[in-house]
Each structure stands twice: as C-alpha cells, then as structure tokens.
C-alpha cells in the first residue's frame, strides 16, 4: 500500500511542471485521443465529481459515448471491469465565495475508506455573478486543497455561458481562472470555451453565446447538426439546459483530458489496473448503437483459465430480441456451439458470432436487444465462471 501511495506521488510530480494541462474546444476531436491512453486513465484515476444539472453535461455525454462505442469509453462508480471510476456528489462551486464544497472534499478525502485521486467540481450559475474576490476565493481555496492532498489532482473549471458576451461580468470571470491556471500550471477543464465554438472552429461568444447554444442570430449547434446529420457529434441525449452537441463535445474534452493526464504520467505512473482475467466468457461488438455504414460483428471470447482444456462444455449465446430467443450458432430455438468446439484449450478462444458486415440503411430504429454468452458444465447444471451480457440497437437512417 505504501509503495502504491509513494508511485503515485511521483507520478503526479512527473506531470509537465512548466504549463497548464487544458482542456478546451481544441480537445474534442475523438480521433486524436490516445485509446490506449483512455484504458490507462481507467486503471488510473478514482474521480470525485461534485456538480448540479450544469456539471450533468459531461457524465450524459460520457453515457452517449459509452452506449455508441463501448470500451474503452465506459465508466462506473466503482471502477469495475477495468472502466473509468467516477463517483457524483451533489453540490456545485456555490456563489460569492462558498466553500461549502471544499468542506464535502475534505470530508470525503479523510475518509478512511477513501480510494479518490482525482477531484473536479463545476459551476451552476454561481461564476455568472460572481465577483473577483468570490473568484479568488475559489482558486485560493483549490490550490490549499491541492497542497493539504499532494496524491490528488484538482480539475479546475470554468463557468457555463449565460448569454453576457465578451464585455460582461462572466467572461471576465472566467478568464481570472484561466489566468490563474495558466500562470499557476493548473489543470482546467474550460467548460465555457468549449460552448464558444463549433466543432469547426467557428467561435460565437462575441454573438452573445449562452449555455443552450442560443446566439444572436439563432443556435449553432442546431444549425451544425442540421448539416452534419449523421455526425456521431448529434447523437440525441437528454442535456440539461442545453443541445446535445454541447454534452457530447464536453465528454469527448473529458476523455481527452483524461487520456493526456495518462500520458504524461511517464514511467513513474501507478501501473494501470487490468481488466479481469478469470474463467469465462466476454462479449465484443463494435458499438452499442449502430448507424447506416458501420462496421458490425459478433464475437465471444472464452477464458480458461485452468491449466488444463475445457472438454464438452457447452458455449450457449443467446440473442434476446425483445420477446424472442434466438440462439447462435443456427439462431435456431435451441442450439450451441459444442459440436464446433467440443474443447477449449487453456487461454482465450475467440469464437465468431456474426461475420463482420457494414450495417445497411434502415427504416425504423431499435433499441434494448441483447446478446448473452455463457459456458456451463457438461451437463448444463450451472454456469461455469463468468457470463456477459451486450445490449445494442441501431438507428433509423
């Protein structure tokens, strides 16, 4: 445990000293985030988030993602099966200077029971009118934190827009903690900057921006996504107060943030903890949702894990389509796959479901079909080690 503790610590002191970690409207391409970097962040952070229905942006887009591609994307509360560990508190940054959420990291850090390394709180609309002294108060009060817990990276934040514009007291605000983090070499995740731009770079805050994408001359991200139909970018999810754009480009500078922390790590970081080996079956398909062009397959993977092969133990995969069982490999009533593979040697065997094909236009979507896969005794008695379970469905084009 000790030496876990000393690893960390240096890790955290290998970070770049000589410039802020930030996170903006320049972080939310997907295709420039390191996978392997994202696994590494999972087994790495343990991350306290305290926000309200604003803060709520991030952890929705976080479930678009997780539902559209799976893992590497995926987080819970406990860090299980190698996803990213999140736990939600509820309360916010307050107004005027609060600190009432300084009070809930402490209380939380000094728990004996307490396994968080990462800590990040977001605004309501208590930057919208707040003053610099309100503001210096929350920097002043972050960087004690930071200094009474060396083991634990503080995410610093940003305001949401509220439709001020340049000249108004928000974007003020907001640029008194970029300032400081900038000349403090912080980590700021800049919520209200990535609600300034478009994914094209297209910037709106001198039109008078607010939180919903709403400007001057109407709201940007209907517009883009009017013209980026089938753009990932617009998958639909309930964003409190705002567009879904907005959430899903504020999880994709999550992950971007997350996986450049991983990074930058260097050869002193904790060793990332590893997905679960054990007796079994995994399931893998390319995304949970599916669009007119995609890439689809059906895999599952058998673990043994015992030294010697698994002779006539049946491998049952079960495609539930509403009300209906189909199973594989006919999708007759009843079937398996033991006539193809009446012993599993000892490692993994990766048995093909569905061939790989692209997904064709459809007419109507779908949603909450499932495939299951477990292996059972000889006899079909119980099941031996873990089964799985992958819940998909598609989108109409």
Request: glycine letters at 8%.
């Amino acid at each position: 445990m000790k030496r876990g503790l000393v690893a960390w610590i240096l890790w955290v002191s290998s970070l770049p000293v000589n410039a802020a970690v930030i996170a903006d409207h320049t972080c939310t391409d997907m295709g420039a985030i390191s996978e392997t970097y994202v696994e590494n962040a999972c087994g790495m952070f343990r991350i306290y988030y305290g926000h309200t229905s604003h803060g709520s942006q991030i952890i929705t887009g976080l479930d678009v993602m997780e539902s559209r591609y799976g893992f590497p994307w995926q987080y819970n509360e406990s860090g299980a099966n190698g996803e990213l560990s999140i736990h939600e508190e509820y309360g916010d940054l307050g107004h005027q200077g609060d600190t009432t959420w300084a009070d809930m990291t402490r209380a939380a850090l000094n728990d004996p029971g307490n396994d968080r390394n990462v800590v990040m709180w977001s605004w309501c609309g208590g930057a919208s009118d707040n003053t610099p002294e309100g503001i210096s108060t929350y920097l002043a009060t972050m960087n004690q934190l930071e200094q009474q817990y060396p083991g634990v990276l503080f995410i610093y934040m940003t305001g949401h827009l509220d439709g001020s514009g340049e000249s108004g007291n928000l974007h003020q605000r907001n640029q008194q903690i970029r300032d400081f983090c900038s000349a403090n070499n912080k980590i700021l995740f800049d919520f209200a900057d990535i609600e300034s731009y478009d994914p094209d770079g297209e910037y709106y805050l001198d039109r008078g921006a607010d939180d919903g994408c709403y400007f001057t001359d109407g709201n940007w991200a209907d517009e883009w996504c009017n013209t980026h139909p089938l753009s990932d970018l617009c998958l639909p999810c309930d964003c409190a107060h705002s567009h879904a754009l907005n959430c899903n480009l504020k999880a994709r500078a999550f992950w971007w943030l997350m996986a450049f922390l991983a990074e930058y790590g260097g050869p002193a970081f904790p060793t990332p903890t590893p997905r679960p080996s054990q007796m079994g079956v995994s399931i893998d398909m390319p995304a949970h949702l599916f669009r007119s062009g995609d890439p689809c397959f059906c895999t599952v993977t058998v673990s043994n894990s015992d030294s010697l092969p698994l002779n006539d133990h049946p491998l049952f995969v079960i495609l539930v389509a509403y009300e209906y069982l189909f199973w594989a490999p006919s999708f007759s009533d009843y079937d398996n796959y033991l006539p193809m593979y009446p012993s599993f040697a000892p490692g993994d065997t990766v048995v093909e479901v569905i061939p790989s094909f692209i997904w064709p236009p459809v007419g109507s979507g779908a949603e909450g079909l499932y495939f299951i896969a477990a292996i059972t005794n000889p006899t079909i008695e119980y099941i031996l080690g873990q089964p799985d379970i992958w819940q998909f469905g598609w989108m109409a084009y």
